[in-house]
């Protein structure tokens, strides 16, 4: 099965266009044991979800061990739900080839975030891979991205739109989608128009300010889907006790419920307005 053949199962089996991100943040985790504190989560919510989605920065910073932790701590997600690396990758070719390989050979991952700076060529080693899956990093969720993001080119449109027409030419084999954030809606609702079909990963709902209902309103394909909508830091840490796991599971649960609440309305308004 392709990335987005096993994405879609994932997201029909357990009703949800849910990602929880595994970013054991330092500074929140209190001295837990970063292995078992995130196969735990794993086990409390992998029914809820669609896929996973680990910000390899934060196993990096942990020194030569860190990817060790981090494939360990992977062990419990079922075959069947994907995990998205978040890594935000590209380079010259040459180098792309490596991180592409590293990636997806060394450490298995199911797909991989990329940045578009370098070009077409820097991503094609990434696409490649046919059956997994590739995230060309377009509007960011961070407040700083409109900064080079937005920025107009000679024929008015914003650079975001430049790189999506960039991740469509390199769409020939269905594997590439964008990393869309929350936080803009208006330019979300701009990129689903440009690319209906791809799916975008969609980070900063919850601490970034992202509004969940906006969001999915603009975001959704139409066939009702198109969307992952990620959170990372409001499950993880949703408790600070010994029940973190059941609090993470709770909190899952509640988000899966208003991102499918969310999208009924809003395919609802889509099929009033016809």
């Given amino acids: 099965m392709t990335f987005r053949e096993r994405l879609q199962a994932a997201q029909e089996r357990n009703q949800s266009l849910l990602c929880i991100g595994l970013d ?12 078992s504190f995130l196969q735990a989560i794993i086990e409390a919510t992998m029914d809820l979800v669609c896929c996973y989605k680990p ?4 196993f990096e910073a942990l020194g030569p061990g860190g990817m060790s932790m981090l494939q360990e701590a992977l062990a419990p997600v079922p075959p069947e739900i994907p995990v998205i690396a978040d890594a ?3 380079d010259v070719p040459n180098v792309s080839r490596l991180y592409a390989r590293a990636l997806f050979e060394v450490y ?4 991989v975030t990329v940045h578009p700076y370098g ?9 490649e891979y046919e059956d997994r899956g590739v995230f060309v990093w377009c509007r960011g969720s961070n407040p700083g991205a409109a900064d080079v993001q937005s920025l107009p080119l000679a024929d008015g449109r914003p650079l975001f739109l430049a ?3 960039l991740a469509r030419n390199l769409d020939r084999a269905g594997n590439v989608g964008l990393v869309v954030g929350a936080t803009a809606p208006e330019d979300m609702a701009l990129l689903r128009r440009a690319c209906p079909d791809m799916p975008f ?3 900063g709902v919850g601490p970034q300010g992202g509004d969940l209902r906006a969001a999915v309103e603009a975001g959704l394909d139409d066939r009702g889907g198109g969307l992952i909508v990620v959170a990372a830091r409001q499950v993880l840490f949703a408790s600070r006790d010994r029940d973190f796991a059941q609090a993470a599971r709770r909190e899952a649960l509640a988000l899966r419920e208003e991102i499918q609440r969310a999208r009924a309305e809003a395919l609802a308004a889509r099929r009033g307005g016809r």
Avoid: C, E, T, Y
């Fill in 201 to 203: 990963l969609v980070p």
């Fill in 55 to 58: 910000n390899l920065a934060f």
């Fill in 163 to 165: 790189v999506a027409q």
């Fill in 88 to 90: 935000k990758r590209a």
């Fill in 119 to 127: 070009g077409s060529d820097s991503l094609l080693p990434f696409v």
């Fill in 108 to 111: 298995g991952f199911d797909a």
């Fill in 24 to 35: 054991p943040d330092p500074d929140l985790l209190q001295g837990r044991h970063i292995v």
